[in-house]
């Protein structure tokens, strides 16, 4: 079975410092991970995502997620954040085994503020 | 949210009613989907089509059906038997419907029920 956990439902760090979101999965083969973006009342905007190679992925904004295939994590990260950032943050995974047809597992959704 | 449209932005639908939610995409994707987004409940796949004509059940089918007539089209029908339907709804899009592939999501609509 492939899911995924988001064990912070609500993470809050000041603007200027660095912030982790964090995403841990569970697939039978090797995995593909996606972290996506979403506003209030908008749709998901795409953010990064991991299929092979370098551990570290750097993606849109600034944000940059680093694969862990030992812990399965795969951790959002940003150097400094901005108060911009402040929003609901998906992580999803896929099988590489393909055969789910492309479906993604997201996670339950991390709610991220940013204070000024 | 480019390349994707969904309509309405806000849905309201009365006891025992039908509605139909509209997605468009012009990325010339073969493969469409479409999300449930609850409060804490994270996104869960309703049915999802790689090809015109033919689509497949996700994990909460019940109460909904969907057509898949033309390729830049996956309108979603929420029936009168789906009993719950207050939620947020996402269509997405993505290239083939294959594991390395990014889907890319619409703007939303909202269903609330009168």
């Known amino acids: 079975a492939q899911s995924v956990a988001q064990p912070e439902d609500q993470v809050n760090v000041a603007e200027g410092n660095p912030l982790t979101v964090k995403c841990t999965y569970s697939v039978s083969g090797n995995p593909y991970l996606f972290w996506y973006v979403q506003y209030p009342n908008r749709g998901l905007q795409f953010l990064l995502k991991y299929i092979t190679g370098d551990n570290l992925v750097k993606g849109s904004y600034g944000f940059e997620a680093e694969f862990n295939k030992s812990q399965t994590s795969f951790h959002l990260k940003k150097p400094s954040a901005l108060v911009s950032d402040s929003a609901l943050y998906f992580c999803?995974?896929?099988?590489?085994?393909?055969?789910?047809?492309?479906?993604?597992?997201f996670g339950r959704g991390t709610q991220l503020t940013v204070w000024p | 949210d480019g390349g994707i449209t969904q309509s309405p932005k806000y849905l309201f639908r009365k006891e025992g009613q039908n509605v139909t939610l509209s997605c468009e995409q012009n990325?010339?994707?073969?493969?469409m989907y479409w999300y449930r987004q609850d409060p804490g409940q994270g996104l869960r796949l309703i049915y999802y089509s790689q090809i015109v004509n033919d689509f497949q059940k996700g994990d909460i089918a019940e109460g909904y059906s969907v057509s898949r007539e033309k390729k830049e089209s996956f309108p979603l029908t929420v029936t009168s038997a789906q009993k719950n339907p207050t939620a947020f709804y996402l269509c997405a899009s993505s290239i083939g419907g294959g594991d390395q592939e990014t889907q890319y999501f619409g703007p939303g609509t909202r269903l609330l029920v009168l």
């Open positions: 999803a995974v896929r099988d590489e085994r393909g055969s789910t047809l492309g479906r993604l597992y």
């Open positions: 990325l010339n994707h073969d493969a």
